[in-house]
């Protein structure tokens, strides 16, 4: 059973980092695709960064290139989204997605919660 927790997010003043991780408690994480997105206040959800079942960044956000690094540690089991240079528009819920290579059956974190302030 896929079950995907975050954590990391918290208050940072402008300019500053922070640096989130997500937990993946399932068997079959080395097969599978993740990703982070967000969703701001009255915004719809968006991709941020995404990784293939190998690890490769296939995809990073426009407004985070640059300033954003998705990462994955394989023993552990866990992604990560190193931010910097964060921004008051980086404010939201940062959330973890994977999908069971086996069932097709998409997953997603409760969330962790970013507040950049200016």
């Known amino acids: 059973q896929v079950q995907l927790v975050e954590s990391g997010g918290g208050l940072v003043q402008s300019g500053g980092s922070l640096r989130l991780s997500c937990v993946d408690s399932?068997?079959?994480?080395?097969?599978?695709?993740m990703s982070w997105w967000r969703q701001a206040p009255g915004k719809e959800r968006e991709l941020v960064a995404r990784?293939?079942?190998?690890?490769?960044?296939?995809y990073v956000a426009d407004s985070v290139k640059g300033r954003f690094t998705m990462s994955r540690d394989v023993a552990k089991k866990s992604v990560y989204l190193e931010m910097t240079a964060l921004r008051t528009e980086d404010t939201g819920v940062y959330y973890c997605?994977?999908?069971?290579?086996?069932?097709?059956?998409?997953?997603w974190g409760k969330g962790t919660l970013v507040t950049v302030s200016g």
């Open positions: 399932g068997n079959s994480f080395v097969s599978n695709p």
């Open positions: 997605w994977t999908q069971d290579a086996r069932t097709a059956i998409e997953h």
């Open positions: 990784l293939t079942s190998g690890g490769v960044r296939t």
